[in-house]
């Protein structure tokens, strides 16, 4: 296995292992259905059927139904992450590349799965925390048709009632995702001195409540502060939810330059480093914001 080149591509297995971690560490992914996803984009048809089904009776006239058809586009977004290693890295056995480069990819497989709740819970960059241009209303945080229901620790089932109440009168519930938090909130509710939920106790994350899909991640309050809050996502996330992935990941080893733009760590060269990166072009899509809801609280 030779790697000792720029530019040089890692291993097959390695980049397949890669993939198959992305699904492992995502809420977004668990919860919702991944498509093929071109490098150029694709764009996603809904269609809303305006009337309901008409009874003819014999030699009746039919009526008219109607559809309402929208257009939403899914774009794919590049993610990178790397890091600079010693160059002793190039020297190691083949066996120990190896095992670096699944540390490597390991790590990689983890940010890109989180980067793909983040930006599509938030819309920001995972990152800096700042929000994306690129973006802009492709996240649950601002799609402004996304509903919204206020925190209460106090009455944690409320809240889950009354933010799937909100959601649109074509969607049902599929998918949960919650933060560490309000799931231990719920691990502490009990009536009459029994707990109701169990198997959220001590950091449970048991894949479903009452029978629906769910999944407890610390992407959801990504990013909170002392007056904005995220505690709950809850909504359609099989019908009205799709991501996908566009192109195979290069990971590439760069003996050479400053690939990371760190006006302190220098050159690589000059510092005895080479630079691992890998990286992803994610996209997704929201087909329509009345199917989710978020429990937050929010600035006064």
Not at 84 to 95: L, N
Not at 127 to 152: E, F, K, P
């Amino acid at each position: 296995m030779s790697i000792q080149t720029m530019g040089s591509m890692f291993p097959k297995e390695v980049v397949s292992e890669l993939f198959n971690k992305v699904a492992g560490h995502s809420s977004i992914a668990k919860l919702s259905g991944k498509m093929p996803l071109p490098m150029t984009g694709t764009t996603i048809f809904t269609f809303g059927m305006d009337a309901e089904a008409n009874i003819v009776a014999e030699s009746g006239a039919k009526s008219a139904g109607g559809i309402t058809v929208a257009p939403v586009s899914m774009a794919p977004i590049k993610l990178e992450y790397g890091a600079r290693v010693t160059d002793e890295f190039m020297y190691a056995s083949e066996e120990r590349q190896l095992e670096i480069l699944k540390a490597f990819v390991d790590g990689a497989a983890k940010k890109f799965a989180r980067a793909l709740d983040i930006m599509a819970f938030h819309g920001v960059n995972p990152r800096t925390g700042s929000s994306s241009a690129a973006i802009g209303t492709n996240s649950l945080d601002t799609n402004t048709s996304v509903g919204y229901v206020t925190y209460n620790s106090s009455t944690l089932e409320d809240n889950i009632e009354d933010a799937i109440a909100t959601l649109g009168a074509a969607y049902d519930n599929t998918g949960y995702a919650f933060s560490k938090g309000f799931a231990a909130g719920l691990g502490k509710v009990k009536v009459n001195g029994v707990s109701q939920y169990p198997e959220f106790k001590l950091g449970g994350n048991p894949g479903k409540l009452n029978g629906v899909a769910c999944d407890v991640n610390n992407t959801v309050n990504f990013g909170d502060t002392s007056t904005s809050k995220n505690f709950a996502y809850i909504g359609d996330f099989s019908k009205a939810f799709k991501y996908g992935i566009a192109k195979e990941i290069p990971l590439e080893i760069i003996p050479y330059g400053n690939p990371d733009n760190d006006s302190d760590a220098g050159d690589l060269k000059g510092h005895n480093q080479v630079y691992l990166r890998a990286e992803i072009y994610i996209g997704w899509a929201i087909l329509d914001g009345t199917a989710f809801a978020r429990i937050q609280t929010r600035p006064a």
